[in-house]
């Protein structure tokens, strides 16, 4: 590939270092690969979806594939543990609960946790408040309790998965927004203020600025992004909301909200899964929405009434796609670059496919193909402008 003077060559650039990003470059790094990362906020920045504190991590999912797909995400976690020296996963068991006539049957996760084996128990409304007295359910309501489910941290393990990265040799800028991607028959070349790059492969993982970058290439993704809301809330008594006596929680419905213990302080954090109103990164305001907050509220006082009152919200950004499955693969016609996208729901799966990322951004005799098929830029639900939107999960 011809270089402007001054170019910088690189086997791999990745572009966005959140969860997914700084994931695959600390994988592609690791395996010995020439790596630029490139950010264009400073690092650790609260302006995406990789920023505060805890994320859930579970096996309980809706579909086998991704059932399966949990399984390499404990084990990925368990690597990071361990190359990084710190501990990321805190295990507090996590109950899914559903109510009569839920938007999201239990069957569909009892099912796909059987087909990959995982053990579970279904309690009932008495056998939750016996064991959680903390916990207020309405009568029908069908709870499903996984013992491995944890909490992970956001923040801390984004900045140690960029610092395992450089340990191996990467490059990573941050205050380096990328203007313009050129697709070659023979290489990549990024352009950014601080200088041209080239690379024989991008990995782009932009979330919700994915587009800015793919549309010149035309090959745009249907997005949404929301403007999520989550908030903490102070118990009177945090003893009763620890992780070693509270689990995380799932509220299986229609609005779906999710919940964690206190967790490196004395509140309990709370959100609604795709409740936010719809934005741009330039439109949203970062403020917090009071409908939303008192829907959140009053929802936490009926089924958690020690939980106590909000002491304060924080925003992040949803970028989903109309069936809210990852994005994973190559762009059809530009197929050095490579898009990961997380959907809402990545960042339990962050160092899992950010090593999938760097297996397709190497040689393809080095991962399997199968396992992407699904999250394909080429598949229906991103190439047919009908295709339904479904966010549940």
Same mark, same amino acid.
Request: glycine content about 10%; proline content about 8%; aromatic content about 8%.
């Given at each position: 590939?011809?270089?402007?003077?001054?170019?910088?060559?690189?086997d791999?650039?990745?572009i966005?270092?959140g969860?997914?990003?700084?994931?695959?470059?600390w994988?592609?790094?690791?395996s010995?690969?020439?790596v630029l990362g490139?950010?264009q906020?400073?690092?650790?920045?609260?302006?995406?979806?990789s920023?505060?504190?805890?994320?859930?991590?579970?096996h309980s999912?809706?579909?086998?594939?991704?059932?399966?797909?949990?399984?390499?995400?404990?084990?990925?976690w368990?690597?990071?543990?361990e190359?990084?020296?710190?501990?990321?996963?805190t295990t507090t068991?996590?109950i899914?609960?559903?109510?009569?006539?839920s938007?999201?049957?239990?069957?569909?996760?009892t099912?796909?946790?059987d087909?990959?084996?995982?053990?579970?128990?279904?309690?009932?409304v008495?056998?939750?408040?016996?064991?959680?007295?903390?916990?207020?359910?309405?009568?029908?309501?069908?709870? %499903?309790? /996984?013992?491995r *489910?944890?909490i992970? +941290? #956001?923040?801390? !393990?984004?900045?140690?998965?960029?610092?395992?990265? @450089?340990q191996?040799?990467?490059?990573?800028?941050?205050?380096?927004?990328v203007t313009?991607?050129?697709?070659?028959?023979?290489?990549v070349?990024?352009?950014?203020?601080a200088?041209?790059?080239?690379?024989?492969?991008?990995?782009?993982c932009?979330?919700?600025?994915t587009?800015?970058?793919?549309?010149?290439?035309g090959?745009?993704?249907?997005l949404t992004? %929301?403007? /999520?809301?989550i *908030?903490?809330?102070? +118990? #009177?008594?945090? !003893?009763?909301?620890?992780p070693?006596?509270f689990? @995380?929680?799932i509220?299986?419905?229609?609005?779906?909200?999710f919940?964690?213990?206190?967790?490196?302080?004395?509140t309990?954090?709370?959100?609604e899964?795709c409740?936010?109103?719809?934005?741009?990164?330039?439109?949203?305001t970062?403020?917090?929405d009071?409908?939303?907050l008192?829907?959140?509220?009053?929802?936490?006082?009926?089924t958690?009434?020690?939980?106590?009152?909000?002491v304060?919200?924080?925003?992040?950004?949803y970028?989903?796609?109309?069936?809210?499955?990852?994005?994973l693969?190559?762009?059809?016609?530009?197929?050095?670059?490579l898009v990961g996208?997380?959907?809402?729901?990545?960042?339990?799966?962050?160092?899992?496919?950010?090593?999938?990322?760097a297996?397709?951004?190497?040689?393809?005799?080095l991962?399997?193909?199968?396992?992407?098929?699904?999250?394909?830029l080429?598949?229906p639900?991103?190439?047919?402008?009908?295709?339904p939107?479904n966010?549940?999960?």
């Amino acid at each position: 590939m011809s270089a402007h003077a001054g170019t910088r060559t690189f086997d791999v650039v990745v572009i966005g270092l959140g969860g997914l990003g700084s994931a695959a470059a600390w994988h592609l790094a690791r395996s010995g690969r020439r790596v630029l990362g490139l950010e264009q906020f400073a690092f650790g920045h609260d302006r995406g979806a990789s920023h505060d504190t805890s994320r859930i991590l579970r096996h309980s999912y809706h579909r086998p594939d991704y059932v399966r797909l949990t399984h390499h995400a404990y084990a990925d976690w368990a690597t990071l543990e361990e190359e990084s020296g710190e501990t990321l996963v805190t295990t507090t068991g996590g109950i899914d609960l559903c109510p009569e006539g839920s938007a999201l049957p239990l069957d569909d996760y009892t099912k796909s946790l059987d087909s990959e084996r995982i053990p579970y128990e279904v309690l009932g409304v008495e056998e939750v408040r016996a064991r959680w007295p903390q916990v207020r359910l309405p009568e029908g309501t069908s709870t %499903l309790y /996984q013992e491995r *489910t944890s909490i992970v +941290p #956001a923040a801390q !393990s984004v900045a140690a998965m960029q610092r395992l990265a @450089v340990q191996s040799g990467a490059v990573l800028m941050d205050r380096t927004p990328v203007t313009e991607v050129h697709h070659r028959a023979n290489g990549v070349e990024v352009v950014t203020p601080a200088g041209r790059f080239s690379a024989e492969k991008v990995v782009l993982c932009g979330d919700a600025w994915t587009n800015r970058l793919l549309e010149p290439l035309g090959a745009a993704i249907p997005l949404t992004v %929301l403007d /999520q809301q989550i *908030t903490y809330f102070e +118990p #009177a008594d945090p !003893s009763r909301y620890t992780p070693e006596v509270f689990p @995380v929680w799932i509220w299986l419905d229609d609005p779906s909200f999710f919940g964690f213990p206190c967790y490196g302080e004395a509140t309990v954090k709370a959100g609604e899964d795709c409740g936010g109103p719809e934005v741009t990164p330039e439109t949203r305001t970062g403020t917090t929405d009071p409908v939303m907050l008192e829907r959140l509220s009053s929802f936490m006082a009926a089924t958690f009434p020690g939980s106590g009152a909000p002491v304060r919200s924080k925003r992040c950004l949803y970028t989903l796609t109309p069936d809210r499955d990852f994005v994973l693969g190559a762009v059809p016609g530009a197929e050095r670059i490579l898009v990961g996208l997380g959907a809402g729901h990545a960042y339990k799966f962050a160092p899992t496919l950010g090593r999938m990322l760097a297996e397709l951004a190497g040689d393809p005799a080095l991962g399997a193909t199968e396992p992407y098929t699904p999250f394909r830029l080429d598949r229906p639900a991103l190439t047919d402008p009908d295709h339904p939107v479904n966010w549940m999960t």
